[in-house]
């Protein structure tokens, strides 16, 4: 559009050009100046006339190639949305006729978000076989939370690097959002841009690979394989809103600082490889300046419900109310650490503050 109102601009500067060249004009007989009237006017005004008539062909142009685009984008919308209410359908009926092996599913196509990233836009599918591996395996996904990862695909809060196994070219994307499984905890779907069948890669199409929540182990908490295994990631693309509501509860502790909104990384292809780009995790997500980590005596930690009541707490001169224990160290402006001992119980714990917000 800038460059026809350039051209029209350039066209009717032009015409006021030749009109005053004409009026600067002088006569010598009255037929001489009837004949240059007559070319003013007659000639100029039907030139006139093709620009006005060029400028309202180009606006309605435009107009209507917007009106396009925007049909366009909301025939997008509506075509994803019919996909995925049709693989909630298919997810049950699937279900009812007792999962069977072999049915692949579509949940819809590649979304803005991935897209403004650089991912080729192609359709994206999951095999019912891994919908049953994550069923079996991970009892905090049911087939609700299955018809959850269009939508999240579609819209995610946070998308990441996928960690690189063995010696294999890494095609693989991490995302996450609010939506959270039955156990309370936020679902994660990995997303396969280049996936490989029977031996060879597939460039149309990009496969949700895997559905699953971050569980506890014998040694950690939810949170704290939540937290480790973010912290250890490249960061692509991060909705601040979501995000920080996202961070608070797979156990960060606040405040959490954001330094970065939006997109921080990029895909781009070449031949049959992907390259993902992203940035540390701790380049994009700062927390508090004072976190703290508690265990018990025998360096096991204490369970969520524990960590969850003491996360507000500060440390102070005398010990909360309930709690026995002993502060020891100088004042906060005196000291480069902290430490609180007490007991839940039988149970005895540590904290250790430093001012950069690292435990020891």
Known sequence: ?????????????????????????????????????????????????????????????????????TRSEGKAQRDQLAIREAFAGEIDQWAKDGKPDGVRFTLGSTGPVLQG?????????MEGDKISTILRDHPEMTLAEIKKIPQLLEDPALVLKSKNRGGT??????LLDTAKAKNGRNIVAVLDLRPVEKGFAIDDIQKVSSAYTKTATENRTAKENSRDFLKTSDVLFLDKKRATSLLKTMGFYMPIELHRNGYVGSISYFKQNVNIKGVPFSSVV???DVQFAIRDSEGRSLTEAQQDYFKDSK????????????RTGAGPHQCR??????????????IKITPSGRPR
């Open 286 to 288: 700062q927390e508090g």
């Open 117 to 125: 990233l650089g991912a080729i836009e192609s359709d994206i599918y």
């Open 1 to 69: 559009m800038w460059g026809t109102e350039k051209l029209i601009g350039k066209l009717k500067d032009f015409i006021a050009k030749v009109k005053a060249y004409f009026d600067g004009l002088t006569t010598n007989t009255k037929a001489e100046a009837a004949l240059l009237k007559e070319m003013r006017d007659g000639g100029l005004h039907y030139l006139e006339r093709i620009v006005e008539a060029y400028d309202k062909a180009a606006t309605a142009a435009v107009e209507n190639y917007q009106g396009a685009e």
């Open 315 to 326: 440390v102070r001169d005398a010990p909360a109310a309930g709690v026995r224990g002993r």
């Open 169 to 174: 070219s890494n095609t693989r994307l991490v």
């Open 337 to 350: 650490t902290a430490r609180t001992t007490g007991s839940i119980g039988r149970r005895t714990f540590r």
